[in-house]
């Protein structure tokens, strides 16, 4: 297996929006067992990252609000254990995030 590509990946998301501009978004992203040593020593197993989204959508104006990893779902980008090192290096997947946004369209 090729270091650092998924096994396998796959989406869905879904959308419900009201005749009055609310709208609420939901989905996942599903990532396969990843490795990340060309020996296929290291690993990670699949893991599933969560997301919504609702807010008002009235012509050219949004203003949501979101949640991003909603499991809080921890995992890692990048990996790797250096010989003589007693920790990894790693970067770790983005945690719980929450946030507002509005936007113009012209």
């Known amino acids: ?21 609310l709208f609420v978004r939901g989905g996942g992203n599903l990532v396969g067992k ?13 893991y599933w990252v969560f ?6 959508k009235r012509e050219h104006v949004t ?3 979101y949640v991003n990893n909603i499991l809080d ?3 890692y980008t990048y990996r790797v254990t ?6 990894d290096l790693a970067t770790t997947g983005s945690p719980r995030t929450f946030g507002v946004e509005a936007s113009v369209e012209f």
Do not use: C, M
């Open 34 to 46: 990843t490795y990340f040593d060309e020996a296929n020593t290291q690993s990670q197993d699949s």
């Open 73 to 75: 779902e921890q995992y």
């Open 82 to 87: 250096i010989n003589g090192l007693d920790n």
């Open 51 to 56: 997301n919504a989204k609702a807010g008002y």
């Open 63 to 65: 203003v949501a609000g």
């Open 1 to 21: 297996t090729v270091p650092y590509v998924p096994e396998y990946t796959a989406g869905l998301v879904g959308q419900y929006t009201h005749s009055l501009g």
